[in-house]
């Protein structure tokens, strides 16, 4: 999943699903932590964590560790997995 990642705000969000420009779709989140010493990825692996219903320890960010731009796979029945982010994502607002 591509996560547009805002560290250092005022809550642990998710904010939505934006066209993230070259990027393509992506889900923006925002997080309190700073990006020091991987604080932020931690607190992003979390709050997708519970936002999607999923163990912590199922949730790695495989791209873009020190970037905005992350990539983060879900481990599990990717069918299972496919409907359930679907779900989820349904729900979120896409932001203007």
Partial sequence: MA???????SADRIIGVIEDGPHG?????????A????KANAALIR???HHFDVAPRD??????????HKL??????????TRQIE????ACPIPG
Avoid at 25 to 33: D, E, G, S
Avoid at 35 to 38: F, K, L, M, N, S
Avoid at 87 to 90: F, Y
């Fill in 25 to 33: 779709a992506a889900l923006k989140a925002a997080v309190t932590a």
């Fill in 87 to 90: 779900q989820r994502l349904a």
């Fill in 35 to 38: 990006p020091v010493d991987g």
């Fill in 47 to 49: 709050l997708l964590a």
């Fill in 3 to 9: 996560v547009r990642l805002t560290p250092k705000s």
């Fill in 59 to 68: 949730l790695s960010i495989v791209g873009g560790a020190s970037s905005r």
């Fill in 72 to 81: 983060v796979e879900f481990v599990g029945d990717p069918a299972a997995l």
